[in-house]
């Protein structure tokens, strides 16, 4: 998919709209981390799915239990960064909640009881929920307005791709090695695009001069009173727990 973008935009100049988008080598690499982080954030939703007739025996949970552990990282992901993101460069902000993404994943693979769980998903949750908005903050701060959009379709086919394949991953993984393996899968592949990020990724910290007076708390609460957010939002809310 990124392969096929840089061909057609920084190789054989694919025009958008008449203009040649020239994105660089740095903004294709960044286009696939910010694909790949999409993509791991929505596997490890998807993965957990499918596991109940293994996970419900193994931890004796009931399916109740087991649909509170699945709602959990939905509900736990939450918007309360919204009023302090822009007081921070992107890059640490987003490896921030990548660490604590992937600790989180860590503490399902490890989990042996219904209540430790359950606090992992709620953990991963509070960070994985933050994850996906500092990628479009990201994308709005290195690409121009006239690709801006074809980069967001571009990272949101992760989406996609994750949905459809965390069922036959999650399944395969949890019959052959046990139904952790899918979470230290995850882990792994973590760490390797974190490093990846340490190493290449650049500081975004353009936008900390522009926001430098606001106070977040009043960005905030400014957010939550804008009717068109709360559309945005409730929106958001319905996509993610109506596959519960």
Known sequence: MVYWLYKNTYTKGYKLNGERPCLSRYQVFMIAILAFIQFT?????MVLSPLGAI??????????????????????????????ADKFDRKKLLLFFYVGFLIGTALCASAT???????????TGIFGGVIGSVGFAIITD??????????????QMA?????ILGLPIGLYLANHYGWYSS?????????IAGLAMVM???????????????????????TLSN????????????LSTGCL
């Open 183 to 191: 979470f230290w899968l995850i882990v792994i592949v973590r760490i």
């Open 55 to 84: 996970l419900m025996p193994k931890l004796e949970i009931s399916t109740s239990q087991f649909g509170w552990v699945v709602s959990a990282y939905a509900f736990s992901a939450g918007i309360l960064t919204a009023g302090f």
């Open 200 to 222: 290449y990724m650049r500081p975004i910290n353009e936008h900390l001069e522009v926001n430098k007076n606001q106070n977040p708390f009043k960005h905030l609460i400014g």
């Open 113 to 123: 009881t219904y209540g430790f769980l359950l606090f992992a998903r709620i953990f």
């Open 159 to 163: 989406f996609a791709a994750s949905q």
């Open 142 to 155: 290195i690409f121009e307005m006239k690709v801006r959009s074809r980069v967001m379709g571009f990272t």
């Open 41 to 45: 954030v929505i596997l490890d939703f």
């Open 227 to 238: 009717p068109d957010y709360i559309k945005v939002f409730l929106c958001t809310i319905l």
